[in-house]
């Protein structure tokens, strides 16, 4: 079973390097591995050039946004599995791709998600929250509960049959997609209570208040674009998912 994993990138001299030589230490052998740059002017291509012999794609133009990337990755993913890793994150340890993998082999499922550990942009050492998962209800996602996208893992022929990221949503479309796949067409998913990805802190949806405001209108957008009633209190009741993230332990 091949995977495809695909990471964005603009400008991400810093970290990216962290999140290739993660990918290219997985034991898990079957993995197309897609770059997608959206002409970074830093360092950048000077990094992925290193390790371009273990690159299966690498694509550098202008794009227009993460999830205009995203979406190119998925376009061009020959894998029966597509997962993303963002170019300032990296798997835990080198097993977690064989995880999934498992997972896909031995379930009848159309997608399979995991635990997610905040670390500190700038020391990676540094755990500042965590993000346990759990089993997906329909209780939960009325609450504002969602899976982190970083370990969410789905079958290529899902997004063939469901669509791509929806340019409509520059901040949430990973929460509309989520939820168009998930609540709407009610996908067979699979929870792997393991540790998966770290995701360093900080991020576009969290830069000012501005865009909290912009992110939070897209989440109702997003219940109303796929003919779903969005919950009453969804504004209030989805930050005690964020909250608990601060006192649960890895």
């Known amino acids: 079973m091949k995977m495809s994993i695909v990471t964005i990138s603009l400008n991400s ?3 990216i390097e962290d999140a290739i030589e993660s990918v290219l230490a997985q034991d898990y052998k079957n993995v197309e591995y897609i770059i997608i740059d959206g002409a970074s002017t830093d360092g950048t291509l000077d990094i ?12 550098s133009e202008p794009d227009k946004g993460i999830y205009d990337a995203m979406n190119k990755g998925i376009k061009i993913a020959r894998g029966d599995i597509v997962g993303f890793l963002n170019s300032d994150d990296l798997y835990i340890g080198n097993k977690a791709l064989t995880k999934i993998a498992d997972c896909f082999i031995n379930q009848k499922i159309d997608g399979c998600y995991g635990n997610l550990i905040y670390i500190n942009r700038l020391n990676k050492s ?4 965590y993000w346990k998962a759990g089993k997906f209800s329909e209780k939960k996602i009325k609450r504002g509960w969602i899976i982190p996208h970083p370990t969410f893992f789905v079958k290529k022929e899902v997004y ?12 949430a479309a990973d929460y509309e997609l989520m939820l168009r796949f998930i ?10 209570d393991q540790n998966l990805v ?18 939070w209108r897209e989440l109702y957008q997003a219940w ?3 003919g779903l009633k969005p919950p009453l209190f969804l504004f209030f009741s989805r930050p005690f998912f964020k909250l608990r993230q601060y006192f649960t332990k890895p």
């Open 126 to 129: 540094m755990v500042t929250r």
């Open 224 to 226: 109303h674009i796929n």
């Open 48 to 59: 992925i050039e290193k390790y371009k012999n273990k690159i299966a794609k690498i694509v």
């Open 160 to 171: 063939d049959k469901y669509g791509l990221f929806n340019l409509k949503f520059s901040i």
């Open 198 to 215: 770290c995701m360093r802190e900080g991020g576009y949806s969290a830069t000012n208040i501005q865009q909290r405001i912009k992110g």
């Open 13 to 15: 001299a810093d970290f």
């Open 183 to 192: 609540k709407k067409n009610k996908i067979k998913l699979f929870y792997l």
